[in-house]
């Protein structure tokens, strides 16, 4: 199957599969301009691998993931296009930076955002040299969903976490108003805390600067 063809028998899988009584419920949640089919995230996700079953050329794959993002008319062909990066032949690898850069940056919200997000962290653990570097950069971006990133690309690495990586970028971001920004760093410290708990109560003791949102997450679990 070519990847227009793969991209083809996605959108079919997906139409087959909406629900119009479902979708403008889930466009309202999602605050989103780009209208839904009505297909639920699991559907959405279970349907992509299935038609993707088989296919194990990197390129095609990137190809489809790119396609679907870049033409997608509703919100599904973008969850599709996630999926895709999740499938083994594209993952952890640095020829995918730019394209969850873009997908980051164009996505703009936390159903996009924080998936991909998930697919930068495996690149993170493969190459953490350049990737670190690359996280150091994007925690003073201008964007703030590329900051949102580079704060929660290490969740549930437990004692692979990066330390010195995830304080800065928190203490990049430590002032900003932003809500979810402010709910990324508390997730973080959180999620870390569940390995190392003593790390967190000092970190948060150490930083009295820390918005309320991001204290009550990060020591949720810790009282």
């Known amino acids: 199957m070519t ?3 793969l991209v083809d028998a996605i959108r079919v899988s997906l139409r087959d599969a909406a629900n119009p ?10 605050k989103s301009a780009m209208p839904f089919l009505g297909v639920k995230v699991p559907t959405v996700r279970a349907l992509t691998k299935q038609a993707a079953r088989g296919s194990g050329d990197a390129d095609e794959l990137r190809e489809v993931a ?17 999926t895709i990066l999740s499938l083994r032949p594209l993952r952890a690898r640095l020829d995918m930076l730019d394209l969850y850069e873009e997908m980051i940056r164009v996505g703009a919200w936390w159903d996009l955002v924080d998936e991909v997000s998930a697919r930068l962290g495996e690149v993170l653990i493969a190459h953490p040299v350049e990737v670190t570097q690359l996280m150091l950069i994007w925690s003073a971006d201008d964007d ?8 929660i690309c290490q969740l549930r690495r437990k004692h692979d976490t990066d330390r010195e990586l995830l304080s800065i970028a928190i203490e990049s971001n430590i002032d900003d108003t932003e809500f979810f920004i402010r709910k990324a760093i508390g997730w973080a410290l959180r999620e870390y805390g569940k390995t190392d708990a003593h790390w967190v109560r000092a970190f948060v003791d150490a930083h009295p600067e820390l918005s309320g949102l991001s204290k009550r997450e990060a020591l949720k679990h810790l009282s």
């Not at 993002?69 to 996630?82: D, I, S």
Request: hydrophobic share 45%.
């Open 3 to 5: 990847a227009a063809e």
């Open 21 to 30: 009584l479902l979708a403008p419920g889930q466009q309202a949640y999602m």
């Open 66 to 82: 790119q396609t679907l993002w870049r033409e997608a008319t509703n919100r599904e062909e973008r969850y599709a296009a996630t």
């Open 144 to 151: 703030v969903w590329i900051r949102r990133a580079s704060i």
